[in-house]
């Protein structure tokens, strides 16, 4: 089995969708880092997993920048985030959001 990590910084902001009051539900930003797993038990035509850049791309195009509440569908949670990145990068298995020092979501596909 091959494995790759790509880690990066993404600048967005986002408001929560909340049944709760809470700060988090006025439109605030982070510095997120995202950290994308991917595998494969083989390798493609050049030799890779999947390509760091191709990695990059799919998820600064979509997120860099931007009011996530524009972007998704959905609540813009880490933990939905983490899932629509697995889904959306080629072989990954698991992604981790950390969007303070103290805060880190994490999904990982079963």
């Known amino acids: 089995m091959y494995y790759v990590k790509k880690r990066m910084e993404?600048?967005?902001a986002h408001r929560l969708k909340l049944n709760y009051k809470s700060k988090c539900g006025n439109l605030h930003g982070h510095n997120w880092i995202v950290t994308v797993y991917c595998k494969s038990q083989e390798l493609d035509e050049n030799g890779?997993?999947?390509d760091f850049s191709?990695?990059?791309q799919r998820i600064s195009d979509h997120m860099d920048h931007k009011n996530l509440?524009?972007?998704f569908d959905f609540n813009?949670?880490?933990e939905n985030i983490a899932r629509?990145?697995?889904d959306n990068v080629d072989n990954c298995y698991r992604v981790d959001i950390t969007e303070s020092e103290n805060n880190t979501a994490t999904y990982e596909k079963d």
């Open 10 to 12: 993404i600048s967005a």
């Open 48 to 50: 890779m997993v999947t």
């Open 84 to 86: 629509w990145i697995c």
């Open 54 to 56: 191709k990695i990059k």
């Open 69 to 71: 509440n524009d972007v």
């Open 76 to 78: 813009p949670t880490a």
